[in-house]
């Protein structure tokens, strides 16, 4: 947390509490962008992130969270995967395929279950459309217990482990155990920049092809091409 706040706000940090509405200009830690809008305390610790425009990758900490469980179980999953994953998709997305197990799941956030003020859709209309995706993709041949919703409203550690490990659909296919998953080493990875992990990889791995990356990572090609096109601009500071 404390990377986030400017030198001259870091008294703050043992001033506020958390929950604290004052607002600071944040400092990306990473390429030490400075906002020129200000953000409540409380929302930097809530979100982890303060939305860089020069490097962050717009994946929540949640999305984070669960490709770092997938990739310490390796497991190959697909991350917003495309229409060419999933022809019968359209218009709508998913947030995670498992081809081979033929698995959808959907990381739902807080928008999922309560009113969210500050989101564009209402709770009914969210409920609807999860409705929608759904049905959509048991009509397609996913298997209902095969379609997992996972409660990710608050982008906690505790609470999405928690959450993973009773989510019975979920351990039913991927048979985990808590003592098997390093959930601190989820926690690192789900702060971190996507975008400056896949460029850093490539700068150390040339020979590394867009579509090596994406397996790698367990993104698509997107967002390789986004990272590598991004972070290439951004004076990266002791990563
Ligand atoms: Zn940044």
Same mark, same amino acid.
Request: glycine share 6%; with cysteine; net charge positive.
């Given at each position: 947390m404390i990377p986030f706040f400017q030198e001259k706000d870091k008294h703050l940090i043992y001033e506020c509490r958390r929950s604290s509405n004052k607002k600071i200009y944040p400092i990306c830690p990473y390429c030490g962008e400075k906002r020129n809008i200000s953000f409540k305390i409380s929302t930097i610790y809530r979100?982890?992130?303060?939305?860089?425009?020069?490097?962050?990758?717009?994946?929540s900490y949640s999305e984070k969270f669960l490709l770092e469980v997938f990739n310490q179980m390796n497991i190959q999953i697909s991350f917003h995967p495309t229409v060419k994953e999933i022809p019968w998709s359209k218009p709508h997305f998913y947030d995670f395929y498992d081809k081979k197990r033929k698995v959808i799941i959907e990381v739902n956030g807080i928008q999922h279950y309560e009113k969210v003020k500050?989101?564009?859709?209402?709770l009914e209309e969210v409920k609807r459309n999860d409705k929608i995706k759904k049905e959509k993709a048991i009509k397609n041949g996913i298997l209902k217990n095969k379609y997992i919703e996972l409660d990710?409203?608050?982008?906690?550690k505790e609470f999405l482990k928690k959450s993973i490990l009773t989510n019975f659909k979920f351990i039913d296919i991927?048979?985990?155990?808590? #003592?098997?998953?390093?959930w601190e080493e989820c926690h690192n990875q789900a702060m971190k920049s996507m975008y400056i992990k896949i460029y850093k990889y490539k700068q150390e791995n040339? #020979?590394?092809t867009n579509k090596d990356l994406a397996k790698k990572f367990n993104v698509n090609k997107d967002t390789v091409s986004k990272a590598i096109n991004m972070i290439k601009n951004v004076n990266l500071k002791n990563l």
């Open positions: 979100l982890h992130s303060i939305g860089c425009p020069k490097c962050s990758d717009g994946i500050i989101f564009a859709q209402s990710c409203r608050y982008s906690k991927y048979k985990i155990k808590e #003592n098997e998953i390093d040339p #020979n590394y």
